[in-house]
Every structure is written in structure tokens, then in C-alpha cells.
């Protein structure tokens, strides 16, 4: 059985930081692009960063609102996707989300989008709320 299984998300007040994980079974994820979303409510969801490692050079993406602030990696001893949130707003609060991508579904090999359709495994969401 696939899966994704997260945690690290909390409450933090304006500045913080956290870090979420995401453990994959079933799968190894090098093989696959790997990506993180979050939706806040009544709000769709959006692409935050993804990375795929595939083809030996790491291609990574951020949203404009992730760069120089969030931070994607992986660990494939552990088989674990993380992502680092610093300097955080109250506008990062959200339920997020991790990714996986088959290239031989997505047909992404050697690069990464930050499209939720070409994304076919998915955690669970961990909610992050920021507020003073």
C-alpha cells in the first residue's frame, strides 16, 4: 500500500518556523517528484515547492511566496520528504499538504511543477496556523 504519512505541523506566532515531514511506505521516493501544497480555507489549493532529483541534477521550485523563506528536501535513508518553514506570516496558515508524482503517470523525470493534478499520491495535510 501507498502512502504518505505527515507531521510537524502546529501554532507559532509570526516569525517562527517549522518543520514538516513526510514519510513515505510502499514507494521510494527518489523516484518519484515530490512536492508540498497547502490550502487555507475557502481558498484552492496551491503549489508551495517541489524537487525531483531524477536524471542525477536536483530540480527544485517555489512559489512566490515560499522563496528565500521555505526550504524542500528529502532524506532517502529515512525515505522521508521534509519542508522548513521560517519567518512565517499569518498568511502561511494553512492545512499542507505533500506530494508524490509517478513520472510515468505526470511524465515528470528530470523536472517538477507545482500543479496539483500532476501529483497522484498525498499525505493526509497537517494543519500550521500562525498567529500572535
Known amino acids: 500500500q501507498l502512502q504518505l504519512v505527515e507531521s510537524g505541523g502546529g501554532s507559532v506566532q509570526p516569525g517562527g518556523s517549522l518543520r514538516l515531514s513526510c514519510a513515505a511506505s510502499?514507494?521510494?521516493?527518489?523516484?518519484?517528484?515530490i512536492g508540498w501544497f497547502r490550502q487555507a480555507p475557502g481558498k484552492e489549493r496551491e503549489g508551495v515547492s517541489c524537487?525531483?532529483?531524477?536524471?542525477?541534477?536536483?530540480?527544485?521550485e517555489y512559489s512566490d511566496s515560499a522563496k528565500g523563506r521555505f526550504t524542500i528536501s528529502r532524506d532517502d535513508a529515512k525515505n522521508t520528504m521534509y519542508l522548513e518553514l521560517n519567518s512565517l506570516k499569518p498568511e502561511d496558515t494553512a492545512v499542507y499538504y505533500c506530494?508524490?508524482?509517478?513520472?510515468?503517470?505526470?511524465?515528470?523525470?528530470?523536472?517538477?511543477?507545482?500543479?496539483?493534478?500532476?501529483?497522484?499520491?498525498w499525505g493526509q495535510g497537517t494543519q500550521v496556523t500562525v498567529s500572535s
Open positions: 524537487l525531483n532529483s531524477r536524471g542525477g541534477n536536483v530540480y527544485t
Open positions: 506530494a508524490a508524482s509517478d513520472p510515468e503517470l505526470s511524465d515528470l523525470y528530470s523536472f517538477c511543477m507545482l500543479v496539483p493534478s500532476k501529483y497522484d499520491q
Open positions: 510502499g514507494f521510494t521516493l527518489d523516484y518519484y517528484a
